[in-house]
């Protein structure tokens, strides 16, 4: 399975953006790029996804570079309640995902 | 959204006991369900994947015979911890995926304390 990089935390503070950045330059042309974020004692909430083009929802933007061997998750105004381990998957056409150690974000007041 | 209810939420029992954790889909049918396990600060594991009506495809390294997954219907898969011991005390977590356009939904996870 491909994998994907990130880095191990983040700080941001409240109400500004966050980028947050995963390498994944082994990834095939099936894959899909998932976001998903943990807090504390609770299963994963899905956050975004995307195969090639950026996306927009409600509660991100995935920008993904041309090539498509990273992608960017951005928050666009941080919150105390976006602190949480953030998690790049790529999901291949089997569907199962193999979640990296994500990148732990603090958001200070 | 989707959501996935996973009961319990905690259990707590002695070394030798087996243990059920029940993962429901509850707006939508899940073809497809996978079971996870959490070790502190680490990162979720994938246990084993189950299709409705088919045997489960256990990882590498994840005991079948430990580990029983059942997923009878489309909105119910099971995970018996058998024969439990200290060493299986972990948060085991489910997920759902009904079409393969959709994302992954997670249940809140059951944290498995065995003494």
Not at chain 1, 75 to 98: P, Q, S
């Amino acid at each position: 399975d491909a994998k994907t990089t990130q880095p191990n935390s983040m700080e941001s503070n409240e109400e500004e953006p966050v980028h947050l950045p995963c390498n994944h330059s082994t990834i095939s042309g099936t894959d899909y790029i998932h976001w998903y974020r943990q807090l504390p004692s609770q299963g994963p909430e899905y956050v975004i996804h995307g195969l090639t083009s950026n996306v927009n929802n409600r509660m991100a933007s995935l920008a993904i570079a041309e090539d498509r061997k990273s992608s960017t998750l951005i928050l666009h105004r941080a919150t105390l309640r976006d602190a949480a381990v953030y998690y790049c998957i790529l999901r291949g056409n089997n569907n199962d995902m193999r979640f990296g150690a994500g990148t732990r974000l603090t958001v200070k007041p | 959204g989707a959501v996935v209810s996973q009961h319990p939420s905690w259990v707590i029992c002695k070394s030798g006991t087996s243990v059920k954790i029940e993962c429901r889909s509850l707006d939508f049918q899940a073809t497809t369900m996978f079971w996870y396990r959490q070790f502190p600060k680490q990162s979720l594991m994938l246990m084993a994947t189950s299709n409705e009506g088919s045997k489960a495809t256990y990882e590498q390294g994840v005991e079948k015979d430990k580990f029983l997954i059942n997923h009878a219907s489309l909105t119910l898969s099971t995970l018996t911890v058998t024969s439990a011991h200290p060493e299986d005390s972990s948060f085991y977590i489910c997920s759902a995926l009904g079409n393969s356009n959709q994302p992954q939904h997670f249940g809140d996870g059951t944290r498995l304390s065995i003494l």
